[in-house]
């Protein structure tokens, strides 16, 4: 799905994030709202060559995988306008060229009580990338972020702020494949005093 296809005759859409995207839009929208899709688990499967790793030590970055039992959290963004064009070519060079993502529609369903279920735009990474490093136990997956490292950080920190927007949006959710890698990497830090993240930055969500 090309995005001229998905603006086609649109004036406005949204688009569901369940990594980085949670924290790190940085794309304009109009207004963000917590939920999640049904059919697919969040999984440390992807490998990532440039944001949180390189070609020699690729970092470890979640993707969705199928699974009619599950459902995976997180937030989607409403885009109208000018910001679709904008957004959607922001997120092909993010996501698709860098990242190796395609693109499905999904129905995202809002935390908010009372409120409809929406389409919604995701980008998620098959095997069939190059870069799909594909399943490993929680202790594996660990090793390979602790000592990952990109052009936007370590990927120490892409796993922590995700589990940090677990906690803070979504406390009653227990997300065991997230929560059990953490533990493992601050297993692997807690003889030299822990982790500590370079210029925290607050998690804001449901701006309009």
Known sequence: MKPRDIIKE????????????VWKPDFAYKKSKVGYIKGYKRRF???????RGDKEKP??????????????????????????????QYLNM????????????????PKE???????????????????????ASDKEIA?????C???????????????????ISCPEVEDEHL???EAAVLNIFSDCGGIKLLDPKPILLGAT
């Open 10 to 21: 649109k004036s406005s859409m949204w688009i569901f994030g369940y990594g980085s995207l």
């Open 45 to 51: 499967w992807h490998g990532d060559d440039f944001y």
């Open 143 to 147: 090793a390979q972020i602790a000592i």
């Open 179 to 181: 929560f059990s890698i």
């Open 113 to 135: 009580k009372g409120q409809g279920s929406l389409l919604a735009l995701v980008y998620i990474a098959t095997s069939n990338n190059p870069i799909y490093l594909g399943p």
């Open 59 to 88: 970092g470890r970055v979640v993707t969705l995988v199928e699974d009619q039992e599950a459902c995976t959290w997180g937030v989607a963004y409403e885009v109208t306008d000018c910001q679709i064009e904008e957004s959607l």
């Open 149 to 167: 490292s990109g052009n936007t950080g370590h990927n120490i920190e892409y796993l922590i702020r995700l589990a940090d927007f677990m906690r």
């Open 94 to 109: 993010r996501e698709v060229v860098l990242g190796g993502y395609i693109t499905q529609m999904v129905e995202f369903i």
